[in-house]
């Protein structure tokens, strides 16, 4: 075990006594699966790309074929992605926990795919679709031979298909809001993984739990604007810390 990725003890006795766990992910958390993030300098999407040409609904109404054979490459490498260790390692601590929320700003469905419950998405799923208009979901089947330019939608005659995605500017889905408002504020535990905490409200969440008297962990190789309120900050990848925390919470419940 790396003892640089261990929980103090006061902290993982905390843990060992949650009632309710938060889990707050970003994109950090997929990288390891090989899917890139979006601020990382030089890695980074939005390193390469223009947000506002790719990620607004205006970028949609002035190009919808770019927008969708953007998306159409990011889906198919999403697609061929597994989830890691660290992955695994939650659907491990959702099973140690008597409760935990998993809140992620993923769109990759990567958390659902190695077995984890009940995930609340933030921003949408990467492999859903709906109306541009109506917001409605489109099916696969509708999409099928639509690889290059959205199809219509089969709502509205004006509609397009569009992915079901938060793009800036948009509002996030209300469920999934008060879903992740209600774990912040319930959670005695909270950890904060793979996020640069910049974006709203996904990173207000940590901080609300910390109002509510909390533990906050963050794991990042980099510094975030969390770093600082977070009562053990590890600077690792997502796999590497998460197998560690996991395996002292199995050890410390089996002991008892
Ligand atoms: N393990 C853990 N963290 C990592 C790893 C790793 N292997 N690799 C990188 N990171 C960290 C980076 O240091 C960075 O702080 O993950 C973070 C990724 O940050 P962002 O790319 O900004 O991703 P995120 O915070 O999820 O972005 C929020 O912004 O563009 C929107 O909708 C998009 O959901 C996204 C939102």
């Not at 074929?65 to 992605?81: F, G, L, P």
Request: some cysteine; charged content about 20%.
């Amino acid at each position: 075990m790396t003892v640089e990725f261990k929980l103090t003890e006061p902290l993982l006795e905390r843990l060992g006594q949650a009632r309710h766990v938060m889990v707050l992910t970003g994109a950090g958390m997929s990288a390891e699966s090989g899917i890139p993030t979006f601020r990382d300098a030089q890695t980074g999407l939005w390193a390469k790309f223009k947000p506002e040409e790719l990620a607004t609904p205006e970028a949609f109404e002035l190009n919808p074929a770019r927008v969708w054979q953007w998306y159409e490459e990011r889906r198919q490498q999403v697609a061929r992605a597994q989830p890691h260790a660290g992955h695994r390692a939650l659907v491990k601590m959702q099973r140690l926990v008597p409760s935990l929320s998993l809140i992620t700003q993923n769109v990759d469905g990567l958390h659902q795919l190695a077995g984890s419950q009940d995930v609340c998405e933030l921003h949408g799923n990467i492999h859903r679709s709906k109306c541009s208009v109506t917001h409605r979901p489109i099916s696969r089947e509708w999409l099928a031979d639509s690889p290059h330019g959205p199809p219509h939608s089969p709502y509205v005659r004006h509609g397009l298909a569009r992915p079901d995605v938060v793009w800036f500017g948009e509002v996030l889905p209300q469920e999934a809001v008060d879903t992740a408002m209600a774990a912040a504020a319930r959670c005695t535990f909270c950890f904060s993984i793979g996020t640069t905490s910049l974006v709203h409200p996904a990173a207000s969440l940590p901080l609300i739990a910390l109002e509510h008297g909390s533990a906050l962990v963050e794991i990042n190789p980099s510094e975030t604007p969390l770093s600082l309120q977070a009562d053990q900050c590890f600077r690792g990848t997502a796999s590497e810390v998460l197998t560690v925390i996991v395996s002292q919470l199995r050890d410390l419940k089996t002991n008892r």
